[in-house]
């Protein structure tokens, strides 16, 4: 029983026992009744045991009632909305609820020690909680389950009162920011009439609050900050917190076109930006606002990425270093589920990054949603009670209050590593942008905003009142910086071109753009085979001092058989790659679900000690001198993980970061991440990355959700040479696509589409000579072929390729090769021509694919490939992506090696397979072979 239940029950046994205890030791008990009995002892009310029954020490316990009733709901009754009435929430917190009365207003009580101001009168004891909870800062934080952090936010909040005192110079500080916001959003209202900017008025206080978590940060260690945010007050926070220049900002409103680096480049209030900035400490501190697209809340990932890329590679892990700030909507955190996946991974070994501060700039409505139909929650931040992280909600208007919760915050993070979240409630002053009318939706809420003052009028109004400025100070301030918006405009009308400075330019000094020609071949990426051999010994044996489960020594043990054999399966191939890299000095990083066994058990790239939690990771003890590898099981989620693995391998480009999908359909989950940032991000924003996604894919009878990983959609966004997507069929070519990756001047996203059943097929091998030398090849030719009696060329992609040379072999043809297209993009058009000169005496070019005639690559291969004319050979069209059923998936299988051997239907055979050397009409034959 707690005294929450005591005061309900006036157990006197209860409170006796506990009194016993604290005289035994005084540690047993909690801080609160510590405190309470210290207290009492010192008043002289217990002489060696309570009186339970005494009226004065139940009405102790009441007052202790009261102080955690405002401790745990003061946030209810706070005065932090700006514009609208709050909702009301019962009980209140009046005395009579705590079984208190007028009458105790001025008895003393004991329980005032509670909250740092000794024993004292009732009045006042209400009176600090009222400051310290209900004022223009709300706080949730009772829920939390640490007691070391419930006490570090009571210790820092109730002697102060939550309420911040600043120095004169402290407020002309706050001053010139909040100067600087408004005026610049007032400034581009008038000079850009009717353009979106999505301004930032009505929660300007922001940039005063963010100058300061940089100040603050920036005393307590962090060299780096990262942040990400939507499009809302983008721009304010690049002219005055990241220093973009005005010129440039206001160039973009008026430019005509972009330097010769950007393709297409996008809208102003989507770029990002890097600067280092001098705090006022002097201080250099690096800042990176994240590129985001229009889809809310999907830079949350990248910048968490960004930063922990950051912390591993440039702090040495350490996450006093580099601190993420993420920026939300009030609709936006609450409404998109990328947010929960995020915090979800915030406290993870594979993805933390030593706490977020959350920000949330609540305008109390989502473009026209009224606030009350965007969420069930009582808050918009409620998502935060997840990962039990501390909530402030704040008056936007009141601009010192902010800045005081913000160091609070900073210093939170700071101490205990997790998320902190600040809700400042404010509004949107015109509608979702400059050009939309919110009285339609929003009238009463409309009327009350344009009556409204801003808030540098609000605090510069305070400022005159405490003498600190002169009405005159005020508009000599006002008109200067007004000046300088002006001349900066003007300068901005002289070019008529917009640049695009590269994201993280200092990260990719020493890469450049990739060139067409980058892609008519590959280097050679061989290694050493007594490097191959050394790499191979060692992740093939475990230390000797540790018991592992039975079945590990087997698999090694058939692995150290692959190579003394030299037939080497394709985990083989993919960990001989990841060792040679790391010997070169690479970190190697993969993140995925069940990614260290891998989904179908064949990786293997850590072992479980038996009968406990500690892993081994092979990887790891090649050589004193290797780069760092990690491989991590990642939360069951897919747009966070790939999101967040974007972003580390944008601020990571000498590593290999590697995405891995539990199956390959599951990609679209992460749609958004793979649109908006791996395919379009370089012609949008100039940014290069070397992400690699595996997507399994391949039809094998498992059903239409782990069949396929949707070529078409990875074709269809392939341009430019934005991405590279590729599907292997040798652990060898496998092994030299993962080093091509890193041994290029220049980077670009690879999309590799894996395989399931050719991970332990038996022809599916390489022998160590293959990547001891050689490259990767994006076409591999029919070595088995002579070309004078080739008649037909099967051009295939990925698994399909063994079950057609089974077939071949089965049926004994000598007049058919079978061309694998390792390479879809960018297509490999030298080679193919190349092959088709080869085999000048071919009659029938045949596209051979697994997926449906809709899917899978020839929609792409219909359009691209010009060289000849193709017949298809495919399932037929189709909404679903495969069969559910074993038998049916045969049939149709079957049916297509039929076709590409001409076994389909007796008429075909009669007139076809006994020419084969003769002519025919192809047309003729496409339609028929369709049917």
């Given at each position: ?92 917190l ?34 600090h ?39 004169v110079?402290?407020?002309k ?20 009439v ?9 929660t ?43 010129q ?50 999907a ?5 968490l ?225 007594e ?27 058939d692995?150290?058989?692959m190579?003394k ?92 970061t ?5 199956f ?45 990983a ?89 698994r ?30 030298e ?23 809709n ?48 076994q ?28």
């Amino acid at each position: 029983m707690d005294k929450h239940s005591y005061l309900g029950s006036a157990d006197s046994e209860y409170i006796e026992s506990l009194y016993n205890k604290y005289r035994e030791d005084p540690s047993s008990v909690d801080e609160s009744w510590r405190k309470f009995f210290e207290g009492f002892e010192f008043a002289g009310r217990f002489d060696k045991k309570p009186k339970p029954c005494d009226d004065s020490v139940d009405r102790e316990f009441k007052v202790i009632s009261l102080i955690d009733g405002y401790r745990l709901r003061g946030h209810l009754f706070t005065k932090t909305n700006p514009v609208r009435t709050r909702r009301q929430y019962s009980p209140t917190l009046d005395i009579e609820n705590f079984g208190l009365s007028a009458e105790d207003m001025e008895t003393v009580f004991q329980a005032g020690k509670n909250i740092g101001i000794g024993p004292a009168k009732l009045k006042d004891i209400v009176a600090h909680l009222q400051q310290t909870y209900c004022q223009s800062v709300g706080v949730e934080f009772m829920f939390i389950r640490i007691p070391e952090i419930v006490k570090w936010m009571k210790d820092k909040m109730e002697p102060v009162k939550n309420t911040p005192h600043y120095n004169v110079s402290e407020k002309k500080h706050i001053y010139y920011h909040l100067k600087q916001a408004v005026g610049f959003e007032q400034f581009i209202h008038r000079k850009f009439v009717g353009q979106k900017r999505f301004s930032l008025e009505g929660t300007e206080t922001v940039i005063p609050a963010l100058d300061a978590v940089i100040e603050k940060g920036s005393d307590q260690g962090i060299e780096e900050f990262v942040i990400g945010m939507a499009h809302r007050g983008r721009l304010n926070v690049l002219a005055n917190i990241m220093k973009k220049s005005y010129q440039d900002i206001f160039g973009e409103f008026n430019a005509k076109q972009y330097n010769e680096e950007i393709t297409l480049g996008d809208v102003k209030y989507h770029l990002g930006y890097n600067n280092t900035i001098t705090t006022d400490n002097g201080k250099k501190v690096k800042l990176s606002l994240v590129p985001n697209p229009s889809h809310l809340e999907a830079s949350d990932p990248v910048a968490l990425g960004i930063a922990r890329a950051k912390t591993d590679r440039q702090y040495g892990g350490d996450y006093n270093k580099v601190a993420p700030i993420l920026i939300h909507g009030d609709s936006a955190i609450a409404g998109q589920g990328v947010v929960y996946e995020v915090i979800q991974m915030s406290q993870l070994t594979g993805y933390k990054n030593g706490g977020t501060i959350h920000l949330v700039l609540n305008n109390q409505v989502g473009f026209t949603t009224n606030y009350l139909d965007a969420r069930s929650s009582t808050y918009c931040t409620d998502v935060a009670k997840v990962t039990k992280s501390p909530v402030f909600h704040v008056n936007g208007d009141d601009v010192e209050a902010l800045i005081y919760t913000i160091k609070l915050a900073m210093e939170y993070r700071q101490i205990f590593h997790s998320d902190v979240f600040i809700d400042i409630l404010g509004f949107r002053k015109y509608g979702h942008n400059e050009g939309d009318e919110p009285r339609f939706t929003q009238p009463l809420l409309y009327n009350k905003i344009s009556t409204h003052p801003n808030t540098r009028d609000i605090y510069s109004k305070k400022l005159i009142e405490q003498g600190i400025f002169s009405k005159d100070d005020i508009s000599q301030r006002e008109k200067d910086f007004n000046d300088l918006l002006e001349e900066s405009l003007k300068n901005s009308k002289k070019d008529s071109t917009v640049k695009i400075d590269q994201f993280l330019k200092e990260d990719w000094k020493d890469l450049r753009y990739s060139r067409k020609t980058d892609f008519s071949s590959s280097p050679e990426t061989g290694v050493k085979k007594e490097t191959l051999l050394e790499i191979a010994g060692k992740i093939n044996t475990l230390p000797g001092d540790k018991p592992f489960f039975s079945k590990i020594n087997k698999l090694l043990a058939d692995r150290n058989k692959m190579i003394k054999s030299n037939k080497l399966d394709w985990a083989l191939g993919e960990l001989l790659a990841y060792g040679s890299l790391l010997l070169e000095g690479h970190p190697v990083r993969v993140s995925g679900q069940d990614s260290e066994r891998g989904t179908f058990s064949h990786r293997h790239a850590s072992y479980v000690v038996q009968d406990s939690d500690e892993k081994y990771y092979p990887l790891r003890h090649l050589s004193n001198n290797q780069a760092e590898f990690n491989i991590f099981n990642s939360p069951l989620n897919e747009y966070g993980v790939l999101g967040y693995e974007y972003g580390y391998a944008l601020a990571a480009p000498n590593s290999l970061t590697i995405w891995e999908a539990q199956f390959g359909d599951f990609n679209n989950v992460a749609q958004v991440i793979i649109d908006q940032y791996i395919s379009s991000a370089e012609e949008k924003w100039g940014i290069m990355n070397g992400l690699v996604l595996f997507l399994p894919h391949g039809y094998e009878g498992q059903g239409p959700e782990h069949s396929s990983a949707r070529i078409e959609r990875f074709l269809a966004l392939s341009a430019n040479n934005n991405m590279q997507l590729v599907n292997c069929t040798t652990p060898a070519n496998f092994f030299h696509v993962l080093r091509r990756q890193i041994h290029r001047p220049f980077r670009a996203p690879l999309v590799i589409f894996t395989p399931k059943s050719l991970l332990r097929h038996p022809v599916c091998v390489s022998q160590i000579e293959e990547m001891s030398s050689g490259r990767f090849m994006e076409l591999i030719d029919d070595q088995q072929a002579v070309p004078e009696k080739v008649r037909q060329v099967v051009f295939t992609s990925g698994r399909l390729y063994y079950d057609l040379l089974k077939r071949r072999e089965e049926l004994g043809v000598n007049d058919t090769a079978i061309i694998r297209v390792e390479q879809l993009y960018p297509f490999p058009h030298e080679q193919i021509q190349s092959v088709i000169k080869k085999y000048r005496q071919t009659e029938r070019h045949v596209w051979a694919q697994d997926e449906p005639s809709n899917m899978g690559a020839w929609p792409y291969i219909q359009r691209v490939f010009k060289e000849v004319q193709l017949l298809l050979v495919s399932r037929p069209e189709s909404g679903s992506p495969a069969s559910g059923l074993m038998e049916l998936h045969k049939k149709r299988l079957a049916k297509i090696l039929d076709k590409v051997f001409m076994q389909c239907n007796c008429e075909l055979k009669r007139r076809y397979c006994g020419q084969r050397c003769g002519r025919f009409d192809i047309r003729e034959l496409n339609r028929e072979m369709a049917g």
